[in-house]
Structure formats: C-alpha cells, structure tokens
C-alpha cells in the first residue's frame, strides 16, 4: 500500500499533514489541531472583510481552471432576493486524479470548516457537497463529519452563537464526468441530466434554482480555513507569485510511488515525477508526461525543468488542470493512448452540442482503426480537421479537452501514427495491454 | 405505407432503437424507504422536490436491484414530475440499471492510468473465468461485468469497483481467486478502499 510516501522537502504538508493519524478524521482529533479556528475568525469579521482576505490570499481554483476564489465569490450577485447557495464541487471524474478522495477521507472537517466560511462570506445557508456516486465509500465518512459538526454547533442554527445559520447537505452524482462542469453540476443538483448551460449569466448569478451561486472545488475550499488561520501574507508567500499556497498533486501512471504528494507550487515537475514517485521502472525510459488530468497538451521529458504551478506549467505549453500527472513509458502506444482517451470522452460527452457529440465518436472510430491497423494516411488530416471542428465550438469545455489528446499525440507522435498506418499493425504491443485487440463496443 | 415508390418505410427505415423500459411488477418503497425519502427531500427547498431524484432512483435500486417503469411512474409520482422526466434521468446517468445485474457487479476501470496497470488484462481474465463479455451477467446471475470509465483510484490502479466497494491494485492473476472468494464468502471477501483499510488496523 502506497500512501503519500514522503513529504518534499521545501514545505510542510498543510492539507494532508495528519492523513496518516489512525484518527484524523474525527472532529476531536481535528480540534486538537486548529480546527474550526477559520471559522472562528472568519464570523469575528464581516462577510466583505473575508471575501477580501481569500482576494489579497490569491487562492486560485483548484478543480482546473485555476479562477481566482476571491473574485468568484466577490462575483456572487448580493442584490438577488433569492437565497444564495455554496455548491462544492467533489465530482473528481478527471482521469488521473484522485486528491479530493484522499481529503474527504482523512480530513473531512477541512472541507465542512471551508464550506461553513464560504457560506458565510458569500451570504448563502446551504451548501451542497456534490460527491460522485462512485464515492459512496467516501461519502459516509463525510456524512459522519457533517453529523459530528452539527453535534458540535460548528452547524446548524445559529452557529457558535454568531447568529449565522449554516447547513450542509451532500447529493450524491450517479456516474457522469460531465456533472464535473459548474453549470452541469447545478443542473444535475437540480435533479436533471448533467448538461451545461449556456453562459452567461454565470453561476454567480443564475446558479442553483435561479440563485446566485459559488461553485468551488473540494481542495479549494479546504484552503479557505487556512487562509484564516494564519493571514493572506502567509499563504500567498506559499508559491511562486500569483500560485500560492500548498498544492496537491497527483501522480500515477508508469511510476514507481503512485500516490498524492503535497508541496508548493514552486517545486517542479520533474522533481514530483522522478525524486518523489521514484520515475520509470526499472529498465524503462521516459517517454511523455500528461500533467494536468487527461484533457491538456503532453509534454516531453525534455520540458519537466518547470515549476509545477498554474502560470509555469501553462508557458510550457500545457495546462496544470487539476494537477492529474500522468506518467507514461516507452512501453506506451500514443494512438493507443489516444484511442483510450476518446473512447472516455466518447462515452462522456453529455450530447448536448452536435459537435462534441458527433465529433468524439468519429474521432475514436478514427483512431481505432487507425490502432488496429487498417488506416490510411488521409485519416490524419480528418482526426485534425474533426478536432478543430469539435474544439471552440461547444457550450463548456468538454469539446476543447476531449480533442486535445488527439491534437497532441498528433503534434508529437506523427511518426507512429504513420508507423501504425505503413505497417498495418499496433507498433508497439506492450504486455499490460490485452491479447486481443479490444474491439469496438 | 409508404408514400415513395422505392422507400420502405417501417421495415428498416424509421425504425427507433429505442427500447421501452420494462415495466417490471408494481412498485412501491416499503414503510422504511418512504421515511428516508422523506428526510432526503428536506434537504432541499419545498418547490424543488425534483432534486430528489437521484436520491429516489437508489433507494428503487437498493430495494429491487434495477429501474423499471413502474417505479419510475412511482418516483415521478413523489415528486410531482412527469414519468418523461424519469426516464430522462435514469438513462444518462450510468449507475442506474434498467435490467436486472448479478449479485456482484464487476466495473473495471478502463481509463488511462488503469490501462497503463493492466486493466485490460484483467477483464479478459474476468471475461475468461466467467465466459462473458462486458455488460453482460453470467448465467447463475452472481457477477454481472461492466468496464468503467475512471473511478478515481488511479494511484492504486487497476482499480475494480464491486457493488459499492472498491477492491484495488487488481493483478490479472488475482482474478481468479477474487472470484472464487466472492462466490465463497460474499462481500466479505472484499479489501475495500486502502483508505478504509488503514483505519480498521
């Protein structure tokens, strides 16, 4: 069992510092610890005062897009008659990445304290935990949190004696990485399929049920109590300019310690892949990185000197996302790789926009064919034609995330695509794959 | 009939792959279910009992295993929307059976970083032991197989999720006696997530 094997040097671990304590997750263990003392400061100050201070903190979100928290919150419309909603976002369905999982389980009181001081800063008494359904392990665990918290008046009416009343409800998805998207999210909230909205209006103000409303990450909102705690000063210093505080990572893929690995955002890639998840196996090379969730640019192993931070990541051409790191061999096919990814955002494309919808189906057929060794050259042209058909073109950002794969391993791969296609077979079979080609389902 | 000489309308033209759900015996939740409904629905505004949905649709699942017709008439009945709207729901979401699964439901995760462990592997040694393919159930009814898309369970890849349970880092030669252990010892048999391991020790 691997488990967040060692800490990086340059930093404490902040958000998963007790995740090996047999009993971190209970609300006593959490006391002892600071707990719930970002709530304690944050109702001593006006709501404004706190929206400020996540604003001068610099928290950036940490679900993908990497969107000032402060400004989104400061966003939510405070003129509305309507209630205002917290909407927490732990519908973690991106491929390669499973921190949230690891925070909900060991340390759920972070987040219940980040969901009561967000309510508070945005106006809003509900706040609604959207878990995946595939989470159900998980979700008791946060249940019996939320249930120790009411215990506690840390929820419920009139908590800690404030006047402000807070209360937490989880919604448990049933299996859709579309429910991933804000927009999507409420609509599944709202007991409907999870396809995005049109935007705008913004969440911020038509959100849940017309409301204005604040839908924020798991992992960003378990920042929020330690802004409090220790000042804006201090966890922007965290990082590099503009990407402070602690970040999660997740590596997995061809590497020796898969796990979730905690540092600023100042370390590198190449650190987190090769010191930290101990690199390739033994005997193998290095052959590509995918380092922000399946849906951003490759990148190569000559390109890892980086800091692995919002801004670093992107100049280097890709997208940090929500810090999935993917490690790949050179055992790995790149049109099989592809291949996988689309039969993904085949399957999870909600249907709404044509583009998506029709688009990741002939690009998977495409690519399948291509891997089983029956393609022609000319179906290059077409995957990239389809691909700039399909990105740009749709209502969320599925459209531009599902044809990236296809874009990159294209951009850097051509050769083995054309490999594929002069020799009538798969050229690089590796032996974790199956026997028998997987045919089309 | 057809109104074009050369089209033949209703032998394979216009003809919808659209299977109607079956409506399965009638339904409703027993005395315990209706009464965790009825909390679930306080958790949200009086005016949008429709959230309830999903909510409604497991407690259907955990009391008879799949969704027919009958209960999603049943749910739409509670929450005060149309049989239409149901359905809608019930067949986007991919954790909602309208056919009746095993005792065990096997998803694999086949996702990248799965795949890159050998998750393909092990559903052919699935698919072998049990002689079936994805998305069917074997003939005792005990296992039905799924492949998943990601589970979120990549540092312990492959993943499996059985049932509710997940059961992790899943080697092609541990299939078998995973197989033979669910069928000896039920759920029992089960590592679950090692998070949930580590805290039992």
Not at chain 1, 353 to 381: A, F
Request: glycine letters at 10%.
């Amino acid at each position: 069992m691997i488990f967040v094997p060692s800490w990086p040097k340059d930093m404490e671990p902040l958000l998963t510092r007790y995740v090996r304590e047999p009993n971190c997750f209970t609300l006593d263990f959490y006391l002892q610890h600071e707990g719930y003392d970002g709530l304690k400061k944050a109702l001593a100050q006006t709501p404004e005062q706190v929206v400020e201070l996540v604003k001068a903190s610099g928290l950036r979100g940490r679900g993908g897009a990497g969107f000032p928290t402060g400004m989104k919150w400061q966003f939510v419309d405070r003129k509305s008659t309507k209630p205002r909603y917290i909407a927490c976002n732990a519908d973690e369905s991106e491929p390669g990445t499973f921190k949230d999982h690891l925070l909900m389980e060991r340390n759920p009181h972070l987040l219940i304290e980040g969901c009561a001081i967000a309510c508070y800063a945005i106006g809003a008494k509900v706040a609604y935990i959207y878990i995946r359904g595939e989470f159900f392990h998980v979700q008791h665990v946060l249940e019996h949190a939320i249930e120790e918290a009411y215990g506690r008046g840390f929820l419920g009416k009139n908590v800690l004696g404030s006047g402000f009343d807070c209360d937490i409800y989880i919604h448990r998805g049933a299996g859709a990485y579309e429910a991933g998207e804000e927009t999507a999210l409420l609509e599944s909230l709202e007991g409907k399929r999870a396809q995005p909205r049109n935007k705008p209006p913004f969440p911020a103000v038509v959100g849940l049920y017309g409301s204005p409303t604040a839908v924020n990450n798991v992992e960003t909102l378990a920042n929020v109590p330690l802004i409090l705690r220790h000042g804006a000063e201090w966890f922007a210093a965290l990082g590099p300019e503009k990407n402070g505080g602690p970040k999660l990572y997740c590596v997995s893929g061809h590497v020796k310690r898969p796990g979730v690995y905690e540092a600023s955002m100042n370390i590198t890639l190449r650190e987190l892949i090769e010191r930290h998840a101990g690199g390739v196996g033994e005997g193998r090379t290095l052959k590509a990185v995918i380092p922000g969730g399946s849906s951003v640019p490759i990148l190569m192993p000559d390109q890892l000197d980086i800091p692995a931070s919002f801004d670093g990541v992107q100049k280097a051409g890709s997208l940090l996302g929500s810090a999935g790191i993917i490690v790949l061999d050179d055992t790995t096919c790149m049109v099989w790789l592809a291949e996988n990814l689309l039969h993904f955002y085949r399957h999870e494309s909600c249907g709404k926009c044509t583009p998506c919808r029709e688009g990741t189906d002939w690009l998977h057929k495409i690519l399948h064919k291509i891997e089983s060794g029956v393609g022609q050259i000319g179906d290059l042209d077409l995957l990239s034609s389809i691909s700039n058909n399909v990105a740009g073109k749709t209502l969320c950002a599925f459209g531009d995330a599902a044809v990236t794969p296809v874009l990159t391993t294209l951009k850097h791969f051509r050769h083995e695509y054309e490999a594929h296609i002069r020799e009538g077979r798969c050229s690089l079979p590796a032996d974790w794959r199956a026997r028998q080609p997987v045919g089309v389902h | 009939m057809s109104f074009h000489p050369k089209m033949a309308y209703g032998a394979t033209f216009h003809k919808s792959s659209r299977q109607l759900m079956e409506p399965g015996p009638p339904f409703a939740y027993t005395a315990e279910r209706l009464a965790r409904f009825e909390t679930i629905v306080q958790r949200y505004p009086p005016d949008q009992r429709r959230s309830a949905v999903l909510p409604a649709l497991y407690l259907v699942q955990d009391q008879q295993g799949y969704i027919t017709a009958n209960s999603m008439r049943y749910v739409a009945g509670l929450l005060g929307i149309t049989p239409a709207d149901v359905e809608d729901v019930v067949t986007y979401y991919t954790m909602f059976f309208t056919k009746p699964v095993g005792k065990f439901v096997l998803s694999v995760c086949r996702t990248l970083s799965c795949a890159l462990n050998g998750a393909e592997r092990v559903t052919e040694e699935i698919r072998a032991a049990l002689g079936i393919d994805a998305g069917e159930t074997d003939q005792t009814g005990t296992f039905t197989l799924l492949e998943v898309e990601c589970l979120g369970a990549c540092d312990r890849a492959p993943v499996i999720m059985i049932n509710d349970a997940w059961q992790e880092h899943q080697r092609p030669e541990d299939v078998k006696r995973l197989l033979d252990d669910l069928r000896t010892r039920g759920e029992a048999a089960l590592t679950g997530c090692h998070h949930v391991v580590e805290r039992k020790q």
